[in-house]
């Protein structure tokens, strides 16, 4: 199972809408089979499927219980082959119970609960908070490869400096196979200048690997998390929709 942590410490530059979208083609479009952690508090993905819940385990149990069956708190989506694993506002308590429990490894947790179902999947993509805390630090050690999804504004770049020091320092220290496999541009809009020139400057100051494929701003994208459908099913004809294709086509290709 190949697992992917799609972060950055910036909110707004669709982190969930990737996640979920990327999820989606990998299973509907390739045949993977294909679990997706939400392991944001807000639950953002797991509002997006339906399956945001006080009732039912997540990624908080992950954290916290010692002897977890993973298999068990995984749900089914509507969509065949993609399987969740949900969050809520209880991921933050658990944060900070692994913080206080120095009784077994903190950094590992997610790690050694995704190793029970990676023969059930052939990729899971992590939808990880804009924050580094205890649970994204476990998302780092328990990921092959890192996606950063990036809007192009001063604040949005700022932020890439401080977590690709963040993707190093867990490389060196925890996980020495992560890969941080690239930035890619998304509500890109090639008629603004603006854009254009945060594209330049990206490949112009080359510290950060860019992905070739950027998604492009499009009207269909917000109805469609209203409808909670992925862009695929919502609008397949739209920028966005063959933008998100690409992307993955590009990532399945390195």
Do not use: W
């Amino acid at each position: 199972m190949k697992t992917i942590s799609i972060i950055n410490l910036k909110g707004g530059v669709a982190k969930t809408t990737s996640s979920v979208n990327m999820a989606h083609i990998l299973s509907a479009v390739h045949g993977k089979k294909v679990l997706l952690v939400d392991n944001d508090k807000q639950g953002n993905a797991s509002k997006f499927f339906n399956r945001h819940s006080y009732e039912e385990a997540g990624v908080a149990e992950v954290m916290t219980d010692r002897n977890i069956d993973t298999a068990a708190v995984i749900q089914h989506t509507d969509y065949e082959g993609l399987d969740i694993i949900t969050a809520n506002m209880n991921l933050s308590t658990a944060n900070l119970q692994v913080m206080l429990d120095q009784s077994r490894p903190q950094q590992t947790r997610f790690k050694r609960a995704l190793q029970q179902v990676a023969g059930n999947y052939d990729f899971c993509i992590i939808d990880n908070a804009p924050d580094i805390n205890i649970s994204t630090i476990n998302a780092l050690v328990a990921s092959d490869d890192v996606l950063v999804p990036i809007t192009i504004d001063d604040f949005s770049l700022d932020g890439l400096e401080e977590l690709t020091e963040q993707i190093e320092n867990a490389r060196e220290e925890l996980n020495q196979a992560l890969c941080f496999r690239g930035c890619f541009i998304t509500q890109y809009d090639r008629l603004n200048e603006a854009d254009q020139q945060g594209e330049e400057y990206l490949k112009v100051c080359n510290k950060y690997p860019l992905f070739e494929t950027h998604i492009r701003r499009t009207a269909k994208m917000k109805p469609c998390t209203f409808e909670r459908k992925p862009i695929l099913i919502y609008s397949s004809r739209c920028g966005a929709a063959q933008d998100y294709k690409k992307l993955v086509e590009e990532y399945l290709k390195m």
